[in-house]
């Protein structure tokens, strides 16, 4: 007697793996991304690199002690320890009161909070130009009080804070409220009071986004280069962060200072990597916990 097979699930054909690609193609799409990262990623970091290093360490550091670079690098730090810590505050406050509260005018708030993802930071340098330049709407009455905005160092802490704010929002935000409300409930219904379960409470489970947010923000505040462009006035020694000051000495056909700024740049945006890839490692742990509770 022959044995008749089980008519198969009427849904099996939903269940059916997927077709993968054959080996020779898997090969190939490696090959087509690994040789795009290497023309357009590795090739022009190792070119900058080696153009700043081509004569030689004492060159290399010769041409970064001028003046204008040494006044462009002091700037660039500064703008970045001013900005970032305003966008760490902006950013915590803004993302506990989305995550844990309703309120009106939130959906306002994140739509605000994603601005500088949709506007050009050249047009975000023009808007300040707007406001507190010498023609502009507030800029006649600030300079009665002897207080200068645009071609100044407040101008460029502004429009960098403009562009870098939405990081540490965006980074806190979908861990906070995957997080929810019960961890600061409890600790309320303990007898903790807000500022005490805030800092003991949804702080620790956010550091990890915290930090990551923060090392984002920081590494576009010092290679932020449109609004800071808008709002600087190119004023040698004064003005010019370091992304400026790469487009003057290359403009000024000074190749190798130019290039040893850059390098600085770049060397910025390598400790970011790594730096960002330890933290989404310690990033996805914390999400996949909070997933787990």
């Not at 190939?28 to 004569?55: D, H, K, Q, R």
């Not at 390598?270 to 933290?279: A, D, E, R």
Request: contains cysteine.
């Amino acid at each position: 007697m022959t044995d008749i097979a089980a008519p198969a699930p009427r849904h099996a054909a939903r269940f059916r793996p997927a077709a993968t690609e054959t080996p020779l193609v898997r090969v190939l799409l490696t090959i087509v991304a690994l040789a795009f990262l290497g023309i357009f990623l590795v090739l022009p970091l190792v070119s900058v690199f080696y153009e700043a290093l081509s004569a030689g360490i004492g060159a290399f550091i010769k041409s970064l002690g001028g003046r204008e670079t040494a006044s462009a690098v002091r700037l660039t730090l500064l703008v970045a320890a001013i900005s970032v810590p305003a966008n760490l505050v902006f950013g915590l406050a803004a993302s506990w009161a989305i995550a844990k509260f309703e309120f009106r005018g939130k959906s306002l708030l994140i739509t605000l909070i994603d601005l500088p993802f949709s506007v050009s930071p050249v047009t975000s340098g023009l808007i300040y130009v707007l406001m507190f330049g010498a023609q502009g709407y507030l800029g006649p009455l600030l300079a009665e009080h002897g207080i200068k905005v645009i071609f100044a160092v407040p101008g460029i802490v502004l429009a960098t804070i403009f562009v870098t704010f939405p990081f540490v929002a965006r980074e806190l935000i979908p861990i906070m409220q995957a997080q929810g409300t019960q961890d600061e409930e409890a600790a309320l219904s303990l007898g903790a009071g807000g500022w005490q379960t805030f800092f003991r409470v949804t702080l620790p489970n956010v550091k990890w986004a915290l930090l990551y947010g923060v090392l984002l923000c920081n590494a576009r505040a010092m290679g932020e280069f449109g609004a800071v462009s808008v709002v600087s006035g190119h004023i040698r020694g004064q003005t010019n962060t370091m992304p400026l000051q790469v487009e003057i000495l290359y403009n000024e056909y000074m190749y190798r200072a130019a290039f040893a700024v850059a390098s600085l740049l770049a060397l910025l945006a390598l400790v970011t990597l790594i730096v960002k890839s330890i933290l989404e490692w310690r990033y996805a742990d914390e999400i996949a916990a909070t997933r787990r509770h």
